[in-house]
C-alpha cells in the first residue's frame, strides 16, 4: 500500500485517484474549490462518468479515499509518496497549453513538503514541462528536500474511463531520474500492463502524438465520406472494408460531425503551437483541425438543403448534446457551434441530452432545453443528431413522425440505415451514404 496525493480532481484526478484506491492504496484527493471538496465528501460527484460515484463511495467507506482542501494535510500529514498533479490545462490564445494551474500546484507542493516525494506530471502539458516544474519546485523550496519529476501522460476516454484506467494498453513514464521512473513503475504493475520508460520529453510527446494520429483518422474519414456522397458510395460499407485490414482497423473510423471534448481539439492545437514555434509547418495538423471544423457545418448545410437556407421560422432539434455518449461533458462539443450557426440562418434550436442537460444551459445560449427526446422532436421542422447514444437508436419512429412538424432527420452520427428512413417516411440525410 502506497500513500498517494492527487492534485485537481477533475476528469482525470478523479479517475486517477479512485482507481489507484481501489487498488490498495492510500489516496488523498486535493483541490481548491471548496465546494467540490465538500460535495466530494458527501458523495457528490464533479463529473458524470459511469461507474465512478459506485467506485468514490467504496473507497470512501473502506477509508481508502479522502479528499481535501489543504496541501500540508494533503501531503504531509498523508505521508505522501506520490503526488500527482492532475490540473487543468485550458487553451491559451494562439492554441498554446495555460500552464498557471500547473505552476500554482508545484508552487503549493515545494511551500509545504517537508520529506521527499516524486512529482508526477499527469495532466497533458508542453513538451519540456517537467523540466519546467522540477526547476519551479527547487526554486519554491524554502530548505532543500529531495523530490523527482515523472511524467507519466494519461490515455483515458471519456465513458470507458475507469475500464481504461484499469487495463491499460500501455503506462508511459519518462524522467530524469531512473529510480524514481522505477518507483512509479512499480505503483503501476498490478494494472499488468505493459511499461515504457523513457525520458521527460518523449513521454510528454508520446500523448500529443497519440491523440493527434487519432484526431487525423477521424478527420480522414470525414474527408472520405465527403468524398464518398459526390461519388454516390456508402462510407460505412467504405470502412468495414477498411477495418479489415489490420494495418488500419476500425478504431476512430465512425464518420460523422467530427471530433470534439477536452483532449483532440486542444491537443491536436498545442502540439502545432509548438511545431511553429520552432519554425516548423504542421500543415498535416492543421488540415486535421480545418476538416473538424469544416465537417460541423455540414450538418446545417444538409438542413438547410431540405428546408431552404432562411430557417426563420423554422425549429430545429439538436438529438444529443455532449460531445460523446456516455459523458456530460460540453467542451468543444460540435453541438454548440451547430446551434450557432442553425440560430445564424434565423432557426429556434431545441435540445436534449440524457445527461448533459445541465451544462448545456450555461454553454449553449438561447436553446430550448426538453425533458425527452419525444418532448423534443415534437414541433420540429427537422432534427439533427449530435450524439450517438444508444437510446436514441431504439426510438419509436413513427411517434417520432407524428410528433414532428416535418419528418426531416440529418444524422450526423449515422446511427440509422437511409433504407429504414426512407421506408419509414423520413427525409433522412446522413454523413458519406452516398
Known amino acids: 500500500m502506497k500513500n498517494i496525493t492527487v492534485i485537481g480532481v477533475g476528469y482525470v484526478g478523479m479517475i486517477t485517484g479512485a482507481c489507484f484506491a481501489d487498488l490498495g492504496n492510500r489516496v488523498c484527493g486535493l483541490d481548491i474549490n471548496e465546494e467540490r471538496i465538500a460535495n466530494l465528501n458527501q458523495g457528490i460527484m464533479p463529473i458524470y462518468e459511469q461507474g465512478l460515484k459506485e467506485l468514490v463511495d467504496r473507497n470512501l467507506r473502506a477509508g481508502r479515499l479522502s479528499f481535501t482542501t489543504s496541501y500540508e494535510e494533503a501531503i504531509n500529514d498523508h505521508e505522501a509518496e506520490f503526488v500527482f498533479i492532475c490540473v487543468g490545462t485550458p487553451e491559451g490564445v494562439d492554441g498554446e497549453a495555460d500552464l498557471q494551474y500547473v505552476r500554482a500546484a508545484a508552487e503549493s507542493v515545494a511551500a509545504v513538503m517537508d ?15 517537467g523540466d519546467w516544474v522540477a526547476e519551479i519546485v527547487r526554486k519554491a523550496q524554502p530548505g532543500t528536500i529531495p523530490f523527482s519529476v515523472v511524467s507519466c501522460p494519461e490515455f483515458l476516454r471519456e465513458g470507458t474511463a475507469i475500464s481504461d484506467f484499469m487495463n491499460q494498453d500501455r503506462t508511459v513514464l519518462g524522467s530524469r531520474d531512473a529510480e524514481a521512473a522505477e518507483r512509479v513503475a512499480q505503483l503501476h504493475l498490478p494494472l499488468r500492463a505493459p511499461i515504457m520508460i523513457t525520458n521527460l520529453r518523449t513521454a510528454e510527446m508520446i500523448k ?22 459526390d461519388l454516390d458510395a456508402d462510407v460505412r460499407e467504405v470502412t468495414a472494408g477498411m477495418a479489415l485490414d489490420k494495418r488500419i482497423g476500425p478504431s476512430f473510423l465512425g464518420a460523422g460531425i467530427g471530433y470534439g471534448g477536452s483532449c483532440f481539439p486542444k491537443d491536436v492545437k498545442a502540439l502545432a503551437y509548438m511545431a511553429n514555434v520552432k519554425g516548423r509547418h504542421p500543415r498535416l495538423l492543421q488540415a486535421v483541425m480545418d476538416i473538424n471544423e469544416i465537417q460541423r457545418k455540414t450538418v446545417v448545410l444538409k438542413t438547410q438543403e431540405i428546408l431552404g437556407d432562411d430557417l426563420s421560422g423554422r425549429t430545429i432539434g439538436l438529438l444529443g448534446l455532449a460531445f460523446k455518449p456516455s459523458t456530460d461533458d460540453m467542451r468543444d462539443a460540435p453541438s454548440i457551434d451547430i446551434c450557432r450557426m442553425l440560430q445564424e440562418a434565423g432557426a429556434s434550436v431545441k435540445g436534449y441530452d440524457p445527461v448533459a442537460m445541465e451544462w448545456a444551459g450555461r454553454v449553449i445560449p438561447n436553446i430550448e432545453l426538453a425533458s425527452d427526446a419525444y418532448e423534443l422532436v415534437s414541433g420540429c421542422d427537422a432534427v439533427v443528431i449530435c450524439t450517438e447514444w444508444n437510446e436514441f ?15 426531416v432527420i440529418v444524422d450526423g452520427r449515422n446511427i ?19
Open 393 to 407: 437508436r431504439q426510438l419509436d419512429l413513427d411517434r417520432v413522425k407524428e410528433l414532428m412538424r416535418q419528418p
Open 416 to 434: 440509422y440505415e437511409p433504407s429504414d428512413m426512407k421506408k419509414a417516411g423520413f427525409t433522412y440525410r446522413g454523413i458519406g451514404r452516398g
Open 208 to 229: 500529443y502524438a497519440s491523440n493527434a494520429f487519432l484526431a487525423t483518422k477521424i478527420s480522414f474519414i470525414n474527408e472520405i465520406a465527403n468524398i464518398c456522397e
Open 115 to 129: 520529506h521527499p516525494l516524486i512529482v508526477i506530471n499527469k495532466s497533458t502539458v508542453p513538451v519540456g514541462t
